[in-house]
Each structure stands twice: as C-alpha cells, then as structure tokens.
C-alpha cells in the first residue's frame, strides 16, 4: 500500500501541473482577440469596427501597406481594443430562415441598382433571376422577381435602418459626423453618419488603364457644374455641363454622369461615376472637408 501511495503522489504532481496550465493558458490567449476579414472589407473599416486607428490595426499585424487585406486574412486585434457591438459573428451563430422570393413592379424613374439597394441584393442575383442581360434595360411596369436576400451575394446591401451604437474610439472621432465610403471592389458608394450608413447607389470608378486613386481624402473642390476638358490631360473626350463635381485629390472627383447608365462597371479615367440624383443628394448633403475613403 505504501508503494502504491507513493507512485499516486508521483504521479499527482505532474497532472497538478498540467491542470494549472490549463487554466492559465485561457486566461492569457483572453487578451489577444483575432478577427476575420470578410469579402469587400479594409483595414479602414475593420479598425472602425474594432475602436482602433488604421495606424494601430496595421502595426499589430506588420502590414506595410494598409489599402491591402484580403477575404479570409486572420488579423491580430490589440488587447486595448474596445469591439463594436456588431463583430462579425462566426459562421455557426447565423440564423437560416427560410425566405423566399418576391416580386417588384418597376416604377417610373427606377433603376436596376436602386431596386436591388431596396431589396438589399445584387443587381447580378436580379438580373440572373429574371433573364436580364443589360441591367441598363428595365421598363415601366415590368415585373422583377426578387431573389431572397440570403441567397444571394449583395454587392451593394441597403443601409441599415437602424445601425448600432457608434464606438468612441479615435477611429470615429478622427472622421467626424459625415463621411464617404467608395468601395472599388463592389463599385459601391455608401455615406455614413457616424457608423451609421445613410445612403448608398452603385457607382463606375477608373478602369485598369485609368485606376481610381485609393486612399482618405478630403473633398476640397465643389462646381455644381462643370465643363470637363480631358484634352489637357492627355484624353480624347470633352464633356460640358457635368452636374455635381466634388473633387477629392488633385484631378479625381465624384461626380454625376449622364452619357451613361453602366453603374456597377468600371467606366471613368479615374473619377467616381454617379448617377445624377445620386450626386444629386451626395452633393447636398456633402461639404467641403467631407472625408472620402476609397479602397478595394
């Protein structure tokens, strides 16, 4: 019996040992959250969410260049963070209701991408649903079979009605109460107050030969109108009368278009494309020193 004591004792300490360090190996992984980049985000957005700088976010992850993250990267969030109340929830805690389609009557004045930001689909999953080849070409009266939101990728979802509570990091603080966000990925323009969006239109950015510049800028440049001359730079157009010009850094603004309705399809030497009510309502509701993000 004494033997059988003394190899229990033996062996007692070891397991004591291990025990502890599983309690104590938690409570250090505790500090350190990590997040999941998800399609259409950027660091920008992601350190917004969290309550951090883009500064902050890329220094913890040795990212040299913060206008480059991309779906499915695991990045490091600092212990110091204070997340916003809507993380992005891991995939088995989202709900699956069974929705199902319905059905829109085209009204006088609409188009495919305001419908679809309605719905809160992509023009693609309309226009695969009801056999359309150009999302351009929709008539009064016709009857739009909408696709249930949860089957399809939403390139450009609805805002929000009701946003969470905004955090008070110094991400926020830094924008002030209206910004810009242009996501090149989507080829979407959203406005936001705060972290609340408050609109949001399709829009057709700078094509390969001709990129849009990414980066946060400042609008410092409003016409409500003006003649736009591409002959000085080097472009073979000339277009006069253009309504709604806010230029943002140097030669690149956003501005209404009317010698096309492509939107959602990279079209401009660079600028951001918009339908003219759309940049219509931006411009009014916009000011000099207005933030504009831009990012893919």
Same mark, same amino acid.
């Given at each position: 019996?004494?033997?059988? &004591?003394? =190899? ?18 938690p409570a250090a992984a505790a500090q350190q959250q990590t997040y999941v980049v998800q399609p259409g985000e950027n660091l ?6 969290? =309550? ?19 779906? =499915? ?34 009204? &006088?004045?609409? #188009? ?33 079979? #909408? ?108 501005? =209404? ?40």
């Amino acid at each position: 019996m004494k033997k059988w &004591r003394l =190899g229990s004792a033996k062996l007692a300490l070891p397991l004591l040992v291990l025990c502890l360090a599983f309690v104590l190996i938690p409570a250090a992984a505790a500090q350190q959250q990590t997040y999941v980049v998800q399609p259409g985000e950027n660091l920008f957005r992601i350190a917004l969410k969290h =309550g951090l700088t883009t500064q902050q976010l890329a220094a913890a992850n040795g990212i040299v260049n913060p206008d480059w993250v991309y779906a =499915g990267q695991v990045l490091v969030i600092p212990g110091n963070a204070t997340p916003a109340s809507n993380p992005a929830p891991a995939p088995a805690a989202q709900p699956a209701p069974a929705a199902s389609a319905t059905t829109h009557v085209v009204q &006088r004045g609409e #188009i495919l991408s305001r419908i679809a930001l309605q719905y809160g689909v992509s023009v693609q999953s309309i226009a695969q649903a009801n056999g359309i080849y150009n999302p351009s070409l929709i008539y009064y009266g016709q009857t739009l079979t #909408i696709p249930a939101a949860s089957n399809s990728t939403a390139a450009n979802p609805a805002p929000a009605p009701a946003a969470a509570p905004a955090p008070s990091g110094p991400a926020v603080q830094s924008l002030g109460a209206r910004w810009i966000d242009v996501n090149l990925s989507t080829q979407t323009l959203t406005a936001y107050e705060g972290t609340t969006p408050v609109f949001s239109s399709l829009i057709s950015s700078g094509t390969w030969a001709h990129p849009t510049v990414t980066g946060q800028f400042s609008i410092y440049l409003r016409y409500q109108s003006q003649d736009m001359n591409g002959y000085r730079l080097g472009y073979d157009y000339y277009l006069p009368n253009v309504p709604y010009v806010m230029y943002f850094y140097r030669d690149y603004s956003l501005h =209404g278009t009317y010698w096309h309705n492509n939107f959602g399809t990279p079209m401009s030497h660079g600028c951001v494309n918009m339908n003219t009510a759309d940049a219509q309502w931006l411009y009014n509701w916009s000011s000099y020193g207005t933030t504009v993000n831009v990012h893919y």
